[in-house]
């Protein structure tokens, strides 16, 4: 019982750090985000032709940034998860063997 425990502790924090990347993913949050950046060029912008016009720009150009580094921690993330996949399955198996069996290998 230990051992499972042991054994899929870093399945877990991978797999909670996954479930953070998708609420970031979630379209409110998203909107939000652009919301909040581009009301702030707006306030602080002094030609509000400008500033319309440059809001929404900025707006895009947060979103489309805040998705790409949510994206590239999500596939950094993605990476230690394969690696301990298939380290669980191939390497766990040869470590739990018992060197010495007293079984024939020939038929």
Same mark, same amino acid.
């Given at each position: *019982? *230990? $051992?499972? $425990?042991?054994?899929?502790? !870093?399945?877990?924090? @991978?797999? $909670?750090?996954?479930?953070? @990347?998708?609420?970031?993913?979630?379209?409110? +949050?998203? /909107?939000?985000?652009?919301? &909040? %950046?581009?009301?702030? /060029?707006?306030?602080?912008?002094?030609?509000? +032709?400008?500033?319309? @016009? %440059?809001? !929404? #720009?900025?707006? =895009?150009?947060?979103?489309?940034?805040?998705?790409? &580094? #949510?994206? #590239? #921690? %999500?596939? *950094?993330?993605?990476? !230690?998860? %394969? +690696?301990?996949?298939?380290?669980?399955?191939?390497?766990?198996?040869?470590?739990? =063997?018992?060197?010495? $069996?007293?079984?024939?290998?020939?038929?």
């Amino acid at each position: *019982m *230990m $051992t499972e $425990t042991a054994n899929d502790l !870093p399945t877990a924090i @991978i797999n $909670t750090w996954l479930s953070c @990347i998708e609420k970031l993913l979630n379209f409110k +949050v998203l /909107y939000s985000f652009s919301f &909040i %950046g581009a009301f702030a /060029y707006l306030l602080f912008s002094s030609d509000w +032709v400008a500033a319309l @016009i %440059g809001a !929404p #720009v900025l707006a =895009a150009l947060l979103t489309l940034s805040f998705s790409l &580094i #949510v994206f #590239v #921690v %999500g596939i *950094m993330m993605l990476i !230690p998860l %394969g +690696v301990w996949l298939l380290a669980r399955s191939i390497l766990l198996p040869l470590l739990l =063997a018992s060197p010495t $069996t007293h079984q024939s290998r020939l038929p």
